[in-house]
């Protein structure tokens, strides 16, 4: 490996670079150090806490070991899912290759759960079907009891360990390198030793994760801070469909840790402050198992009308202790560990409290199914920007438009994390060598910690704390599970001031050795960039589609509306653009859009 160091920039030499050590970076860096490629991740954490590991109920496949199954099914469920704002061709990529990459994780060593015959346990899970919705629930969730996500991180990791893989951890990204010919690395900033690393790279994969920490109540970690798309907007480039953030229905109320949508596949069931079992009304086939959006929105509205539970009528609860100790300790023992630990509850006895809870992250930085980054040129038309790449939740692919399926999560990243791994295989047989660097490179990066360095004791500097809440809060308040015109504008008008305000915020501590206020304020001015996108694309977007429900415009309109939007930063003025969805699968008639019923 070449190391050269000036007095200023550790300077790294690597075939491919990849920030982010979840599972999607892990399963690309597998695919390219197995072919003898000098792969770096670039982690700001330790690799086994990238968040990944907090993935609960499963990975989908059509493996059929519990009922019969069929890629087509999973991939119209997977559309109808994603309300028709899916790239098709994306979509039956993934579900056409989702049974290999399950076995491949099953030889990897990831412990799934078993069934009887030994082979792999699947529980269903929402908005899964047969037969293209005519046959009924599928069991299409392959499962390592309820800690589905640690189980297949820790393998990933095991194996790139094997593999050679290096890792920086505790490094954080400040700038993609870019010049006229593309990516040609990334400068990053070592949060323990408050050092300067240049690393150059044939192909830098952007592997992130999500920006759930844009909202105030969230199942996300406070890592998931959307790192990768603000690097991508600082780098001038638009990030897609952001409007599209996913409210899990059961996370634990007021606090938000995630109670997985396995307990409902297992036949646990939402009960409302009548005692009822409201979502038979709203879907009275898939009930309970409906997709996420629809029931998020059921339990908003049984709030909303009064019929909430407890004494702010704020929450509804989620019954499971008739499922009997002994399967919830084999097959929800995590659940069983969160509801003593946050709500107090002993789920074998009584019900858990829950309320929608802000997820997962549908939109990203644009991709195609190669896991290339696209962007439109000049001339309008749409082309992979050269040596740059992006997978996992961080990217907009877009296998779940407007609302994914609970399990196409862990099996977006294995299935990009290979295909991403592939092309960039195939750039570097004719990338050999890394080409000469600007000089001055490294600079904006570095400007970018020694700015906020500077700041440090301003006496009346907002607080890096306090104006995080602020823009948590304003997002929770104006861009939640509904929203209208008026909501919406008011909310973009108070995010763009408080992004001004920003330049006024000032750290309170001014050490460069694992100075975590320090990285709590890039990581802000990340959050910050993602929040005013979200903001501007969800007030723009007038119909109702999948997580984007508005009062004022309840219906989906296709005709207005069947496209994707892009948003970028420029001159600090947020702009918004549009391109198509691709309708049309590679192998297989396309599935136009229908009323989504559930
Ligand atoms: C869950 O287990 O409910 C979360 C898994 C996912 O989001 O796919």
Not at 40 to 59: E, M
Not at 118 to 128: A, D, L, S
Not at 234 to 253: K, S, W, Y
Not at 327 to 344: Q, V
Request: aromatic share 8%; glycine share 10%.
């Amino acid at each position: 490996m070449g190391y050269l160091s000036t007095d200023k920039v550790k300077h790294h030499f690597h075939d491919v670079v990849i920030i982010g050590s979840g599972g999607a970076g892990m399963r690309c860096a597998l695919q390219l150090a197995d072919a003898g490629h000098r792969v770096a991740i670039i982690t700001k954490v330790l690799p086994t806490r990238s968040h990944t590991v907090a993935a609960q109920g499963g990975i989908n496949a059509s493996l059929g070991n519990v009922l019969s199954d069929h890629w087509q099914w999973h991939m119209y469920d997977t559309i109808k899912g994603s309300d028709y704002l899916g790239d098709q061709d994306a979509i039956e990529y993934m579900c056409r290759a989702a049974p290999l990459l399950v076995r491949e994780l099953e030889h990897q060593g990831v412990p799934f759960s078993r069934l009887e015959d030994g082979t792999v346990y699947q529980r269903p899970f929402g908005g899964q079907s047969r037969e293209f919705g005519e046959g009924g629930q599928a069991s299409r969730t392959c499962a390592a009891a309820d800690r589905t996500g640690h189980a297949i991180l820790h393998t990933l990791y095991q194996q790139n360990l094997r593999a050679g893989t290096h890792f920086y951890q505790e490094f954080f990204a400040l700038d993609l390198i870019t010049d006229e010919n593309g990516c040609q690395g990334v400068m990053a900033w070592d949060i323990a030793k408050g050092e300067y690393h240049l690393f150059q790279a044939k192909a830098v994969v952007l592997a992130t994760g999500g920006a759930g920490r844009v909202f105030k109540m969230t199942t996300n970690a406070h890592i998931c801070t959307g790192d990768g798309g603000a690097l991508a907007v600082r780098a001038g480039l638009p990030v897609e469909d952001m409007e599209f953030f996913q409210f899990h229905p059961t996370g634990i109320a007021d606090v938000g840790p995630l109670i997985t949508e396995a307990v409902r596949g297992e036949g646990g069931y939402l009960l409302n402050g009548d005692n009822e079992r409201f979502m038979l009304r709203y879907a009275p086939t898939a009930g309970d198992l409906a997709s996420r959006d629809v029931v998020s929105r059921a339990i908003a509205l049984e709030i909303r009308e009064g019929r909430g539970c407890g004494p702010n009528k704020d929450h509804v609860l989620l019954k499971l202790d008739h499922l009997g100790t002994e399967l919830i300790l084999a097959k929800l023992p995590n659940i069983h560990e969160l509801a003593l630990r946050f709500a107090g509850v002993d789920c074998t006895k009584e019900p858990i409290p829950v309320q929608p809870t802000m997820h997962y992250t549908m939109g990203g930085i644009p991709t195609n199914r190669f896991g290339e980054v696209v962007s439109k040129g000049a001339d309008g038309v749409e082309a992979s920007y050269p040596g740059l790449y992006a997978i996992g939740e961080a990217a907009c692919v877009s296998v779940h438009g407007a609302n994914r399926l609970g399990g196409n999560s862990l099996l977006e990243i294995v299935v990009f994390g290979r295909a991403c791994g592939n092309q960039v295989l195939k750039r570097l047989r004719h990338h050999r060598y890394h080409p000469p660097l600007a000089p001055d490179c490294w600079q904006a990066g570095m400007e970018r910690v020694e700015g906020w360095l500077r700041t440090a004791g301003k006496q009346d500097g907002l607080k890096i704390a306090e104006v995080r809440l602020r823009m948590q809060t304003i997002m929770q308040d104006h861009f939640s599970v509904y929203r209208t015109e008026a909501v919406m504008a008011e909310g973009v008008e108070r995010i763009e001031a408080l992004a001004a305000e920003l330049e006024h915020a000032a750290l309170s501590d001014g050490s460069r050795i694992f100075n975590t206020e320090l990285v709590e304020a890039l990581e802000l001015d990340h959050l910050m960039a993602l929040a005013r996108v979200t903001a501007a694309g969800a007030l723009a977007r007038t119909e109702s589609r999948g997580a984007h429900a508005r009062d004022d415009y309840p219906e989906r309109d296709d005709a207005d509306w069947l496209r994707h939007t892009l948003a970028g930063i420029r001159d600090n003025k947020v702009e918004l653009d549009y391109k198509p969805v691709r309708m049309q699968p590679m192998t297989v008639p396309s599935f136009p859009p229908r009323k989504r019923v559930y």
